[in-house]
């Protein structure tokens, strides 16, 4: 094994010497030009400035409908003086019209007045010209219509037909390949099995280089082996502007990128001061570009838009857009590492005068996250991080207007949240809810804080035995709010099918040493075990797993199923959502908490008629299981 | 001929009367949906909400390269007591290896001490579940990956591809079909004889459908009879989701959209108080909706918009984003109608503090106007219109970026302008030169108005005999500025080849009874023109055609050459473009008027390094004829 060295070149110097490499090697002067039909050239840019064949109007043409007449004859027409003119000595026209040779005005057809014999009268002179479309009043033969580097759009088509021309050169658009590498991907639709990964990188670099203004395709996956990446690389090179390998690009034991890179071209940079991304491979191949970007989905986005966006919009002689940013106040602090630029995917939510920014990523392995976010923040490297209220700038990844209108939830997590964020989007387009799962009492907080529109909460009391009620006068004693019903829920043991272990209780649990998952501090779930333990009798130490927390219904159910685990506590609903076995403990009640602040907010008034009165809405619940609507939208307490 | 009245029905009221037609006749609730490849599915709308299929990871995950281990093995070491685990407890990983059964974290390669026997020593505890991506932790089987009505990014196909989703159902766009009419229309690339019109609008109006969201195509013209424009439309309707017709909307005697519609469905409103576009058609013909669009490619755009653009996003169930708009101030007045919504094409320069707003159309036949408009300025139907100075909100047609880097030269007329817009454009991507041709004093009191960025002025003072400087000295005595030289040109009379009339001075032209066509007041051209005419002792009124005005000079060459007229004043390169003899009369100074306060403006900058040193565009100059370039460049005067 080569033994590979990874810089940690800072981001700057990195751009520049790839910029630099890039103009070296003529990539920026390479971008070739093909002749196309007007009428397929919309979203093409000019390869040279384009001049009109013809003159528009190529002829003198009425601009009204009436009659064609020379203004001459009509000198000194008035009521008193009418003048009539003879058959022979006007001509009717519509709009659009050629002037017959000797006219050269137009009169309106209603100021026009037909006699018998077919002569006209007429009580008004006119001036030369009136109401006619000179020959080339839109715009002369030879003069320029388009300059070069223009992008097409349907009124640029009309011009160049409009005056005679029918084809132009365009540029074409640079070719890349993305190469996905390793021995472990499996094409989408197969069965992964464990240890395989479903390639699916491809389609999103491919897709985000398309977005960009380039061509690009993917190549089948590339096993784990230097001399079969070296070959696809170097043919990719002989074909393509533009080649992207995935991954191989850190220092593992299957890592061959950067060697390969090495042995066949000029590595320019190995590795850059970002997170995340910082394994990248920057190179040539015979002067084809080649990046190695990082395996992990996010990683691979955020590193190929630092230093390929740019470089493609150059190819094609077009400026580089600035992405459009927002300025919002951070909910929460980030810490970050001195001389790392790093990129963090965030939510965006205007509650009320502020427009909070949340950091949403998990992991540069977690898709979803980047689907969910709403945009992306940069903390610069000479930056130890930002903190809570601090403003920042964040480039948007979704519209100012879908940002605007974000319903922002955040609590706790039930499995009706998707439903209702969907029929809520569905009934109103504009309507999106941002929903953070961090647990009733993150939700209280977050209430407390202004950062959300509602919160979703399930904390049992267990003093009074009283849900949210208490906790809401301890914590938000200053808040005007009401605390609306959403539903009862059953909670329980989620446990695989046929229930192996016979657990029903948490002395059942204890005494068979079957393993645990269980809720993170402050989840409502949590105070539920803890309550249960304690009624039980059962100390948390005899609990094998009683440290490993997850945040979600879902991921509880996803232990049990996967094996992992022998059991968690959770909704009925995540349980038959992954057709596993569920042991009921209690019942519970999960209310909405809006602050008074946000009644009249159309985005909180549409929420509410939904779950009030949308019977299709209550029947889906209902069909998901262990759900009761008995008290949906019910005001259960006001202050 | 059936008497077709056209309304003048309020813009709003229309509008409503429209959309709740639409909604009467379903139109609102017949998208169909397609099941597609994830793979193809870019930039389509989810029909559906789409779920995960399987978990994402679907196994536990190594998240770091490492050893995978129990973390029971290790609890309680330390340096002091390290703790040695067989090679049988435990296993090498890569990152996103999956985890052996028994394993439940994993330790940093950097943190592994392999020993000679294989075996290897840990000097720290680890926690479970440490640098593992558990099941589901990006995303479990049945949680929604993207709600309905949601456009997939390449991110979504990544996150859809990764939980097993291969396919998914999407919205189909509405199709739509553009019938061109007309018994004069021939098509792009065809001579036009006087009459004909080269149908073009169809293109235009089906790219703006397409870039609206709709499939659609254009069909053959259609020629001006009633029983082959009911056919075509009936059968339209049957296969399209909207059908827009264009022309034949008016009154006129071939103007047959109306009645058919009448007779065939039913038309909801025919005309509309706007201008342009009143005589606007919105019908249904076997509950399809049909648009008959007037004419002029201006009108029928912008009508379209109003009428068609919001109609596509509902048919879609995607809410319609607000145009992007942009404070701007007037720089001359426009009129309008009470009761008539107006909508004028604007053009936008920001030059020194404001972003000034200028008319641009001269016509609703003018596609250029069109394509070199920045804007869209709505003067609404309880406005008189604006007054100079005025602050109002324009709808950009390009982007904020563009319009800010834009270069504003208002002035006289010269055919280098054109070419020094292309070159430096091509340069430099984000420059751009907005033009308006309005005569060397126009260009004068633009700067004194603070409206322009530069001016190009050849204005001869006949008593000195000096160009520009007397001027600049009288109407802008308070302005620090600097007059560039940008070229001497010939003028001269513009003929056709062989000189048919033998004109050479104006006394030929009053003697043969010529016909002329003048530059409008204030052109540097009218002031030569006088000038000449001075010096010969002609009086204009025996030069027939003196008082027709033109504003450029390819306009006089475009009248000359048609046969329109006999000859016009104007440049040389103006008579070379469209092939004409020229006679020469005079050489003049043709200068450039920047402000002070421009002088370190990168665009001002880039263009006098353009005009000073690129010997390319002084190469192309001189080809044009009529060119001297001996001061290009030089500072002629400063003050």
Chains 1, 2 share one sequence.
């Not at 001195?338 to 427009?355: A, P, S």
């Not at 039930?414 to 941002?434: E, F, G, M, V």
């Amino acid at each position: 094994m080569r033994n590979i060295y990874v810089t940690n070149t800072p981001l700057q110097q990195a751009k520049e010497e790839w910029r630099k490499a890039l103009a070296d090697c003529g990539f920026f002067n390479s971008a070739p030009s093909e002749l196309i039909k007007v009428d397929d050239s919309l979203g093409r840019l000019t390869a040279e400035p384009v001049v009109a064949d013809n003159s528009s109007p190529s002829y003198n043409a009425a601009a009204m409908d009436g009659i064609a007449v020379h203004f001459g004859d009509l000198s000194g027409a008035s009521e008193a003086s009418p003048v009539i003119l003879s058959e022979d000595q006007y001509q009717t026209v519509n709009t659009g019209n050629a002037l017959p040779d000797q006219a050269d005005a137009v009169v309106m057809i209603e100021d026009v007045h037909t006699l018998e014999n077919g002569s006209v009268e007429l009580i008004a002179p006119v001036t030369p010209w009136q109401h006619v479309r000179t020959i080339g009043e839109d715009i002369v033969a030879t003069e320029l219509i388009l300059p070069e580097n223009h992008r097409i759009r349907p009124i640029d088509q009309g011009a160049l037909l409009a005056t005679g021309v029918t084809e132009i050169k365009v540029k074409c658009a640079p070719k890349a390949l993305v190469i996905p590498t390793g021995t472990e991907l499996i094409q989408p639709g197969e069965t992964a099995k464990p240890g395989q990964i479903i390639e699916f990188n491809t389609r999103i670099l491919a897709g985000y280089l398309n977005d960009w203004g380039a061509v690009a395709q993917g190549s089948s996956p590339i096993a784990d082996n230097p001399a079969l990446l070296q070959e696809a690389i170097q043919a990719a090179a002989q074909t393509n502007d533009l080649v992207v390998i995935n991954a191989g690009a850190s220092a593992g034991t299957k890592d061959f990128t950067a060697s390969v890179l090495a042995d066949i071209g000029k590595v320019i940079v190995h590795g850059v001061a970002i997170k995340p991304g910082k394994p990248v491979i920057l190179a040539l191949v015979d002067n084809t570009p080649v990046i190695g970007l990082p395996g992990y989905p996010i990683s691979a986005v955020l590193t190929m838009r630092i230093f390929v966006k740019e470089m493609i919009n150059e190819f094609l002689g077009v400026e580089t857009v600035p992405a459009e940013t927002i300025e919002a106040t951070m909910s929460r602090p980030i810490h970050s590492s001195m001389g790392v630029d790093q990129f963090v995917r965030v939510t965006l939510g205007h509650v009320g005068k502020n427009l909070m920014c949340t950091p949403s990523g998990k992991g540069a392995g977690a898709v979803m996250s980047m689907v969910r976010a709403d945009g992306i923040l940069t903390i610069p490297s000479g930056s130890e991080g930002v903190g809570a209220g601090e403003k920042v700038s964040v480039e948007l990844l979704r519209g100012v207007n879908e940002i605007e209108s974000t319903l922002v939830m955040i609590g706790s997590h039930d499995n009706i949240i998707d439903l209702l964020a969907n029929q809520l989007h569905k009934n109103r387009p504009s309507i999106r809810i941002s929903s953070a799962h961090v647990g009733s009492m993150g939700g209280i907080m977050a209430i407390l804080r202004g950062e959300a529109h509602l919160a979703g909460s399930h904390l049992l009391d267990e003093e009074t035995g009283e849900y949210n009620i208490p906790f809401i006068k301890r914590l938000l004693k200053n808040v005007s709010l009401k605390l609306i019903n959403l539903c009862y829920r059953e909670q329980g043991f989620i446990v695989l099918p046929g229930n192996p272990k016979n657990i029903s209780t948490f002395k059942d649990i204890a005494k068979s040493g079957a393993s645990f998952i269980n809720r993170q501090g402050g989840a409502g779930t949590r105070l539920l075990t803890d309550k249960v333990l304690r009624d039980e009798g059962v100390d948390p130490e005899e609990i094998t797993g009683y440290g490993h927390e997850e945040y979600t219904h879902m991921a509880i159910a996803a232990a049990v199923s996967s094996g992992s685990v022998d059991t968690g506590m959770g909704i009925r609903a995540a349980a038959l959502a992954l057709d596993l076995e569920f042991i009921p403990v209690a019942e519970e009640r999960y209310d909405l908490i809006i602050p008074e602040e946000f009644y009249s907010d159309e985005k909180i008034v549409n929420l509410l008629k939904l779950i009030t009165t949308d019977e299709h809405f209550h029947k889906t619940i209902v069909e998901l299981g262990g759900y009761d609507l008995r008290d949906c939208g019910k005001v259960i307490y006001e202050q």
